[in-house]
Structures are given as structure tokens and as C-alpha cells.
């Protein structure tokens, strides 16, 4: 009998960064507060995350709360607060089970004392985990995270060279995204992993997060494995 062909496997990407756009719209088309769309898409985000680890993915960076965000009415920011620890304390041991890493990234000094706290204790409770690295991004801002990496080397004395250099960013150690999704209808990075992004893939939903499905996600796979990647080579 002649030898079957085996089916050659779609290249899946390593590291996909989500801009998770679109909460409080969601919930304003609906009627309900902006806190409700927020609620709705933490719990869209964690079912997302178990569909792209179960499909193969390494790292999941999740844009949780940029620094220009911390600006909004402080009714939202507390509800967003509240939804930080909810899930810090509801689902590290889920992480640990599945064997996945936590890494938050941000200048957590811009928020309360308590969510530092847990975000770093989630940190050490799940550091073993070898299946996936999940990173969230909480008062982060890809300007202020360069800047700081520039003032390190400087106080280093010495030049640096690029590998040298992303040493020195919250996202060391992590391969750079090779897919990027944006929710929300909008076409912008919005501050969000700049240095990191150089020749990532960009793809952006009409979808506001919290309808965002898993389907979704595989279709924007499904379209980053059709994509040719040179890095600038022919």
C-alpha cells in the first residue's frame, strides 16, 4: 500500500499579546455599567487563555490596565481593582494545576498595596509551571518601561546591544509576540509592548472583547498561519 501523506500542521504562533479593547462598550450597548463589561471580559479572558494553552501556546500577555487608564472615574478603577483580586485569589491554583506561570508586568507601585501583594505571590505560587507562561500587563505602558530600561543602562555605564537591552524590560526572558490581536474596532498599538512588537503579526476585531469567542481566536490563528514572515529578509 503506498505510504500516507501526512497533512503538514498550520505554524502556530509561540507568543500572541492581546489588546483586550471593547469592555465598556460592550456593556454600554447593553445598558449596563461599564464595571459589568469589565466582569464580562475577565471571564472572557480566562476562557480564552485555556483555549490558546490547550492549542499549543507558550506565552499568553494580556493588556490588563495601561498607565493612561489609571486616569479613568475611580468608580471604574475601583470595580477593575476588585476584579484583580478576584482573580489572583480565585485562580492560582488553577494556573498551578494546569502548569502555568504567572508574570505581571507594570509599575505596580500605581496600584494598591493589596493587589501587589497578591500579584507577586501568584508569581511565586505558580514559577514552576513549564506548559505556558500567561503575563499580564497592569499599569503598564511600553514608554516608561523603555525609558526605565534606558536609565538602567545608562546607570550601567556601558553600551548595550538589543539582546542586552530587552534584558532590561519587564518582558526579559519571553520571546517577543509573534501574533498580536486587538479587539474593539480600533487599529492601534495604544502604547502597548513597543519595543517588543518590531515584526510581530497584527490582527484586529470589530469584536469587542467580551464577544471575542474562542472561534475567534482560532480564526486569527488560522490567518496568522497563512502569513509569510521574512524580518525584512526577500
Known sequence: MPKELSTPQPALPRHIAIIMDGNGRWAKKRLLPRSAGHGAGMKRMISLCDHAFSRGIRVMTLFA?????????????????????????????????????????????????????????????TKDGKTGTLVLAIAYGARADILSAVNRAVEGGRPVGEEEFSALLGTAGLPAPDLLIRTGKEKRISNFLLWELAYTELYFSDKMFPAFTNRDLDRALDDFAGRERRFGKV
Open 65 to 125: 490596565l495601561s498607565t493612561e487608564n489609571l486616569s479613568r472615574p475611580k468608580e471604574e478603577l475601583e470595580a477593575l481593582f476588585g476584579l484583580f483580586r478576584e482573580y489572583f485569589r480565585s485562580n492560582l491554583s488553577k494556573l498551578r494545576e494546569k502548569g502555568i506561570a504567572l508574570r505581571v508586568i507594570g509599575d505596580l507601585s500605581l496600584v494598591p498595596e493589596d493587589i501587589r501583594t497578591l500579584a507577586r505571590g501568584g508569581e511565586e505560587a
